[in-house]
């Protein structure tokens, strides 16, 4: 039962799996959790292993091991999240090309109302989350595809600036799964965010793929925009001094008083 859970879980998980295998981390957590059973069952090397159970089979998990499992199993069908394996590594930092400024505490304020006409996409975040850094990579390459003038993207730490996280509304706690959190401002205001928030405070299930931020946040017709009205911007023409059309001065004396 305790190796069953875990097969059912990947069993479920099969869709996705092709595309986490793809990266290096979810392929060494696999290899490790193969190397546990394989350590653990094979005769040739279970043999000289330590072993607490009555009949002294060291090729078999004991009491012990078994709850360390069930307990890991429930866990994982719980959470229901990517790390569907006994042993996870977590994903490295990112650390690729992308046109992303990074706000703190005191500039993202001052840069959302600098100029009116640019439109904003600012990732909240925090490094020690998984999810935040799954989804560098991928907020990286759509800052590459659609950044322009009128159209920027930008990225707050909140697990540094917490006083950030207060004022945008964006919790830092893994139990409400706000983090990552996209906000679109527009006029340096909010016009739309995701995930969405329900009345107790948890993000709405929402995936942080590509085509999901692409398809939500329009950002097709949002470029093209951004990029009509900078082109509008450059063209107009400075306006021209006007000349100063010289005045007569009257005479000091008029006719009567010659």
């Not at 069953?4 to 490790?32: E, K, N």
């Not at 707050?156 to 983090?179: A, E, F, I, M, N």
């Not at 082109?231 to 100063?244: C, F, L, M, S, Y």
Request: aromatic content about 10%; some cysteine.
């Amino acid at each position: 039962m305790a190796v069953l859970a875990p097969l059912i879980a990947l069993i479920y998980s099969v869709p996705r799996l092709s595309r986490w295998l793809a990266r290096p981390y979810y392929l060494l957590s696999v290899l490790l959790s193969a190397a546990f059973l394989l350590v653990r069952k094979l005769p040739p090397v279970c043999h000289n292993l330590p072993t607490q159970r009555e009949d002294g089979n060291p090729c078999d998990f004991d009491w012990r091991e078994i709850e360390i499992l069930m307990f890991l199993s429930a866990i994982v069908m719980m959470k229901n999240r990517r790390s569907m394996f006994l042993m996870t590594c977590k994903p490295p930092l990112y650390m690729g090309p992308e046109y992303i400024k990074y706000f703190s505490d005191k500039t993202i304020d001052e840069e959302l109302a600098r100029d009116k006409r640019v439109t904003w996409i600012v990732e909240f975040f925090a490094n020690w989350s998984n999810d935040c850094q799954s989804f560098a990579p991928i907020y990286a390459d759509l800052s590459l595809k659609y950044n322009c003038t009128g159209l920027n993207f930008g990225k707050v730490d909140v697990g540094r600036y917490t006083d950030v996280s207060t004022r945008y509304k964006v919790s830092t706690s893994p139990l409400t799964k706000q983090l990552p959190t996209l906000i679109l401002f527009q006029g340096g205001k909010e016009v739309m965010r995701r995930p969405q928030i329900d009345k107790k405070g948890r993000a709405v299930s929402w995936t942080f793929s590509e085509e999901s931020v692409i398809r939500e946040f329009n950002l097709n017709e949002l470029y093209h925009r951004a990029r009509k009205v900078s082109k509008a911007g450059d063209n107009i023409p400075e306006e021209q001094p006007v000349a100063q059309v010289p005045t007569a001065v009257p005479d000091q004396e008029s006719k009567k008083d010659k």
